[in-house]
């Protein structure tokens, strides 16, 4: 699924990233509409999320020449992040002009995330979780202090994964995001070699975008 975000941080994008490529969603991040107009045409997406809170004069004019572009767009989802000055006349004004959804860009609701996770589809490949008795274990080396990093893999997909290190201890210093190079996969017995992104973490677990080993991941899910 290709979802375009119209954003002036990549904060924002690290953020979706995290939530959402383990089911497949591939973000197309833009930090200025014009440019984001430009090539609306050959992105094709399938969901495009627009900052008001970035962009409060903008989303307006975006979204009626991006509905008018082509009449495949009136189908596709527009999603509007919300800021504090996002007032009831500009809610109108979305209803009016047809947006999908109208959610704070905070997201910090579990309401307000699940509200976006409706509009992202999973891809054809969908993630897997595998049991603790499972064999599904991560380990690479620290960027910095060239320790080894181990870790339990709680879900794998062939863009994604999220994983539990062992020494939790080893990590707090970790810079994110960070480009981690030929790590080790041990799926299912089966030894995978790969290249991931880690793109954040949360009380108990890290999340991490794959940039190679794709195909062969999918193979074992």
């Known amino acids: 699924?290709?979802?375009?975000?119209?954003?002036?941080?990549?904060?924002?994008?690290?953020?979706?990233?995290?939530?959402?490529?383990?089911?497949?969603?591939?973000?197309?991040?833009?930090?200025?509409?014009?440019?984001?107009?430009?090539?609306?045409?050959?992105?094709?997406?399938?969901?495009?999320?627009?900052?008001?809170?970035?962009?409060?004069?903008?989303?307006?004019?975006?979204?009626?020449?991006?509905?008018?572009?082509?009449?495949?767009?009136?189908?596709?989802?527009?999603?509007?992040?919300?800021?504090?000055?996002?007032?009831?006349?500009?809610?109108?004004?979305?209803?009016?002009?047809?947006?999908?959804?109208?959610?704070?860009?905070?997201?910090e609701s579990p309401g307000d995330l699940q509200a976006l996770k409706k509009y992202i589809t999973p891809g054809k490949n969908p993630s897997y979780r595998p049991s603790k008795e499972e064999t599904a274990d991560i380990l690479f080396t620290h960027p910095e202090h060239l320790v080894l990093v181990q870790g339990h893999i709680e879900e794998i997909s062939p863009a994604a994964l999220s994983f539990a290190p062992n020494a939790p201890q080893l990590c707090e210093d970790f810079p994110l995001p960070s480009v981690v190079r030929e790590c080790s996969l041990n799926i299912f017995g089966a030894l995978i070699g790969a290249d991931i992104e880690i793109t954040g973490k949360d009380a108990a677990s890290w999340h991490a975008r794959l940039l190679s080993g794709h195909d062969e991941i999918a193979s074992y899910l």
């Open 1 to 107: 699924m290709k979802i375009l975000l119209v954003a002036d941080r990549d904060a924002l994008k690290r953020f979706l990233e995290q939530e959402f490529s383990l089911r497949g969603a591939d973000i197309v991040h833009y930090w200025h509409p014009i440019k984001a107009m430009d090539n609306v045409g050959e992105m094709a997406p399938n969901l495009v999320i627009f900052s008001a809170r970035d962009f409060p004069r903008h989303w307006k004019p975006f979204l009626v020449y991006f509905r008018a572009y082509s009449p495949a767009a009136e189908k596709i989802p527009f999603v509007l992040l919300s800021g504090e000055n996002f007032n009831d006349d500009e809610a109108k004004k979305a209803e009016h002009l047809g947006v999908s959804a109208v959610i704070p860009e905070s997201l």
